[in-house]
């Protein structure tokens, strides 16, 4: 790397910020194992199943949790978050929202609704994938996306939407049942490489994602965002997400990736990456190069291995190694300027413990909404809260 580059710093929004949002993962759609591409009842995205790995990150510390959306077997993403709500003391929940899935209007009163019952605990991820039987151009999904953050944006900051756009035209008089917990709303949550996607995160969102690559190749989504960001006049923040493999020793953590795939056929590998609405995203392409430029091992560099992209058509790749090396990596990408993670393994509840047993009490740990002064410190006048009755 280049010295005098390794030196500059990527404007982020939580530059001061001590610490990091450290987020597990919970597999609602039909993605848990343990051994990749070998379907075991055990492990499917049943209700009891998913709901003791959100329960069992709440208990280990972690900050967040991830909700992913997919039209294959599994739980409904909304359905779900609402249900854990009770359940979880002190976790947030990120759900994935599919643009184009729910009438905005509609949307907004959901997410409200969530917020309200969750007291601020919630997070959203904007999905832009096709919808289940629709192919459309990478162009008319970020459009369609654009238009629903427009209209969430004037459901929870203004007081009526007036909007007339190409996907929807709105006239709405007043947004009392749409009025968030969390002061304008919960933060955007954003991953995509396309132009469209980049300059959709740029204007809008709050935390742009990505998926494991070389540093180096962090580094430039990074520096790309950062300057499209500041073309809006804001700064955003940066999250990776990557799966986990942690032992006591460097080899056992080895050993067990080797394992994780001992089992995978290459035609049913194939099968449950060809399965996602996003299967054929230009993310997922470059998880496909991070395999093509692995060592013998399945590593695209040191610690960063591959192997779980033979059977995933998103995040691709994992962290392998003792609790000193995944804390350093973390570490490093901290100095990067990333602000948020989003960690899962295989299986996802036991992962989740050595996880959370070897690596989270090392990390100083954050809450992104509270950090960033989202949630009010007491119950809002909304119609929700504490406000009059409508």
Not at 47 to 59: G, R
Not at 188 to 198: C, I, P, T, V
């Amino acid at each position: 790397m280049d010295e005098s580059k390794a030196k500059k710093k990527i404007p982020i929004r939580s530059e001061e910020l001590e610490g990091a949002e450290v987020s597990w993962f919970a597999p609602l759609c039909s993605d848990d194992y343990e051994f990749l591409g070998v379907p075991e009842n055990k492990y499917k995205s049943s209700w009891e199943h998913t709901s003791d790995i959100v329960k069992t990150a709440d208990s280990l510390g972690f900050r967040n949790i991830l909700c992913p959306s997919s039209f294959q077997v599994g739980q409904d993403t909304v359905a779900f978050v609402a249900a854990m709500a009770p359940l979880t003391q002190n976790i947030n929940l990120l759900a994935a929202i599919r643009c184009g899935e729910i009438h905005p209007p509609m949307l907004a009163r959901t997410i409200a609704t969530l917020d309200h019952i969750l007291k601020g605990r919630l997070t959203i991820n904007i999905i832009s994938s096709d919808l289940p039987g629709e192919t459309l151009e990478s162009s008319a999904r970020y459009s369609r996306s654009r238009e629903v953050i427009k209209i969430l944006k004037q459901s929870f900051e203004e007081d009526r939407i007036d909007f007339d756009g190409k996907h929807y035209k709105l006239k709405i008089n007043n947004t009392d049942p749409t009025q968030p917990y969390q002061a304008n709303g919960p933060l955007l949550y954003f991953g995509g490489y396309s132009d469209a996607a980049k300059d959709l995160c740029a204007e809008f969102c709050d935390v742009y994602l990505m998926w494991p690559e070389p540093m180096e190749k962090l580094r430039a989504h990074m520096e790309d965002m950062s300057a499209r960001a500041a073309k809006y006049g804001r700064k955003i923040d940066f999250g990776l997400r990557v799966h986990t493999i942690v032992r006591k020793t460097e080899q056992e953590a080895r050993n067990y990736a080797d394992r994780l795939v001992s089992k995978l056929k290459d035609e049913v590998g194939t099968k449950i990456r060809e399965r996602a609405q996003d299967a054929k995203s230009l993310g997922v392409a470059l998880q496909s190069e991070n395999r093509k430029v692995a060592d013998e091992h399945g590593f695209i560099e040191p610690l960063l291995w591959a192997g779980v992209g033979r059977a995933r058509s998103g995040c691709g790749a994992a962290l392998v190694g003792n609790p000193d090396q995944i804390v350093n990596r973390i570490e490093e990408y901290q100095a990067l300027g990333m602000r948020a993670f989003i960690f899962s393994g295989y299986p996802h509840k036991s992962e989740c413990q050595n996880f959370g047993q070897l690596v989270l009490p090392r990390l100083k740990t954050v809450s992104l909404p509270e950090a960033q002064r989202r949630i009010p410190p007491v119950i809002p006048n909304t119609p929700l809260g504490n406000g009059i009755r409508i």
